[in-house]
């Protein structure tokens, strides 16, 4: 143990791996990174799909401020329609996390889920996340500030057609306190294997 260290380190993921044992990334030599990003691939692998899933199971019990059914009831009941309408396994998890950043990240949850899955899923959904906000404009016409042609800029682009129907079935409409959700459980192996796919940069991102 490092002197002044104190002993309640946070445990490692598995019993056999090894702490880097420097207080300052200045000091980490070749060795130890290489040591780090070792275990740095096996922990995500493990451990992503459960972090993320977590950001969604911890706003269960969430008030609402006005609608019918708060944040995550909304991201089930979205799931839960892809689901039975037959999309795919993708377009299921994007619909059950296109708005897991709405309480902690409001003005730009679309950016946050987008940031979240972009890696992991096709260039399609990585566009229908970063501009559904804007398309969700079409179906507020009464609400102050909202232009509901604000999408019009983007017509005719490839993936116009369905951010605008998974807006029109699977967002706005997806408030219904009535609607019989299916329980998180059932998405939980979706999202594992979304995350196990092999990570890429998606197109518009900055190295």
């Known amino acids: 143990m490092i002197a002044g260290m104190p002993s309640s380190r946070s445990p490692l993921l598995k019993k056999n791996w090894r702490y880097v044992e420097k207080l300052s990334l200045e000091e980490f030599q070749p060795d130890d990174w290489t040591l780090l990003n070792a275990q740095r691939e096996l922990f995500y692998g493990a451990e992503q799909a459960r972090h993320v899933l977590r950001l969604l199971a911890a706003s269960k019990d969430d008030p609402t401020f006005g609608y019918m059914v708060n944040n995550y009831r909304h991201s089930l009941q979205s799931a839960s329609m892809a689901l039975r ?14 708005d897991v950043g709405f309480t902690a990240c409001p003005a730009m949850h679309g950016e946050f889920a987008a940031a979240l899955l972009g890696a992991y899923v096709s260039e399609r959904n990585y566009w229908m996340l970063r501009h559904h906000q804007v398309f969700q404009q079409f179906h507020s016409p009464t609400e102050p500030g909202a232009d509901p042609n604000a999408r019009e800029r983007w017509r005719g682009h490839p993936y ?12 706005q409409a997806a ?16 999202v594992a294997r979304i995350f196990a796919r092999t990570p890429r940069r998606p197109a518009g991102v900055p190295s």
Do not use: I
């Open 160 to 171: 116009f057609e369905w951010t605008a129907a998974f807006v029109a079935r699977y967002d």
């Open 175 to 190: 408030t219904d306190p009535a609607y019989d959700c299916l329980p998180l459980e059932t998405f939980e192996p979706m």
């Open 85 to 98: 309408d037959g999309l795919d396994e993708e377009d299921v998890v994007v619909a059950l996390l296109h």
